[in-house]
């Protein structure tokens, strides 16, 4: 009995945590955006400072050598370049989709940053749509068989020790 009220609970409690999805992944894609937005604007500076100087960005960067602080800002730019290009295809992969589709691309939110912000402003609010109700759903049966199989994972470890024979002088497991 206390088993299947904690199935239950366990049930519930996913289904209540998973039916947040749709709004907090949709939280994270307009971060999401304003993070490429942002870098954006970082790397068209930096590629019009190169092309005044008649460079490209590969250019740029080769001749930022010399110093400890130009060579730590050359290394900052090249991390710049790459998160904005990962940021860039997790926004194209995630602009306009669905909730079914962003759980879908669920490895598209990867980036710390961008989730910690998302995670900052969210506020969990009932899902009172569609995609709310199936995720809920999902969630809610997940617990339930999760919680089921840890369950009967558990029962079957203390049936076994109840059956081996108590070693020497200890008392037989009741």
Aim: aromatic share 10%; hydrophobic share 50%; no cysteine.
């Amino acid at each position: 009995m206390i088993l299947r009220a904690l199935t239950l609970a366990g049930g519930l409690t996913a289904g209540a945590g998973l039916s947040q999805f749709p709004e907090f992944s949709q939280q994270y894609a307009q971060r999401l955006g304003g993070a490429v937005d942002a870098l954006g604007q970082v790397v068209a500076d930096f590629d019009a400072s190169a092309a005044a100087e008649g460079l490209d960005r590969t250019g740029a960067l080769t001749q930022m050598t010399g110093t400890d602080f130009i060579e730590r800002r050359r290394a900052d730019m090249e991390t710049t370049f790459e998160r904005h290009a990962t940021l860039s295809a997790d926004l194209e992969a995630l602009q306009g989709a669905g909730p079914f589709m962003r759980a879908y691309n669920a490895t598209r939110f990867s980036d710390t940053q961008v989730a910690s912000a998302a995670w900052e402003a969210y506020q969990p609010a009932v899902p009172l749509n569609m995609a709310g109700a199936v995720f809920a759903a999902f969630g809610f049966f997940a617990g339930l068989i999760g919680l089921s199989a840890l369950f009967a994972v558990g029962r079957g470890v203390v049936r076994a020790l109840r059956r081996r024979p108590a070693p020497k002088g200890m008392p037989p497991i009741a």
